[in-house]
């Protein structure tokens, strides 16, 4: 976990010694009031470079795909889970904002118009689809794989528009929340039992 966080840290690197270098040259307020716009561009930069290199580099998962395990397949989703987890403190400072949707749709999720992501832990973005004015609550987590027997199986995750899911909840991969309803916070929805219903609203910890 450390380790992780080094490596998040390290993005900031270039923005560290750039402000470094300003600092002499300009006063200590405007490099102040400089700062937010330098934190943005710098998530930007970060979050665009990732998603490109992830796109030339790595090949896309597929629904219903299944890889070995240390297969060179594998490998490639590995090095894409990389350069993912990259973007992942860029991420939480967007997240919540317009600007979060669209970093999640350069890295392949489909993101209705109005739908509002207050998360950053998705697993496969390609494999997420959020309809026209939904939202994912505060660290919602999307799984999009499993594992089983030394293999990994890739599957579709899908919000409805206008659905909730609630902060802290989590969807596993084929999970499938239809239009209109509502998921209750620190819920977890399961793939291939039916999801949950259109209008209908989750309660239970499980479905």
Do not use: Y
């Not at 330098?38 to 470079?49: D, E, G, K, Q, T």
């Not at 392949?108 to 697993?123: C, D, L, M, P, Q």
């Not at 998921?183 to 209908?200: F, I, K, M, N, T």
Request: hydrophobic share 55%.
């Amino acid at each position: 976990m450390c380790l992780a966080w080094l490596a998040h840290a390290a993005t900031f690197v270039p923005l560290l010694h750039a402000l470094i270098r300003l600092a002499a040259r300009v006063p200590l307020r405007t490099l102040l009031l400089l700062l937010p716009a330098a934190v943005l561009m710098n998530s930007v930069v970060v979050i665009v470079a990732c998603a490109a290199l992830r796109r030339l580099v790595c090949a896309r998962a597929v629904p219903g795909e299944c890889l070995a395990i240390w297969s060179a397949p594998f490998a490639r989703w590995w090095l894409a889970q990389r350069l993912l987890h990259a973007a992942t403190v860029p991420l939480l400072l967007l997240r919540g904002s317009p600007a979060c949707a669209l970093a999640l749709k350069l890295f392949g999720a489909r993101v209705g118009r109005g739908a509002v992501v207050e998360t950053a832990a998705v697993s496969e973005p390609e494999l997420l689809e959020v309809g026209e004015g939904a939202s994912l609550g505060r660290d919602v987590a999307v799984v999009c794989h499993t594992w089983t027997r030394g293999h990994i199986r890739f599957d579709t995750v899908v919000v409805g528009a206008h659905a909730a899911v609630g902060p802290g909840s989590v969807l596993s991969a084929g999970a499938v929340v239809g239009a209109r309803a509502s998921v209750a916070p620190l819920s977890h929805v399961l793939g291939g039992r039916g999801g949950v219903p259109a209008g209908a609203h989750l309660s239970l910890i499980h479905i």
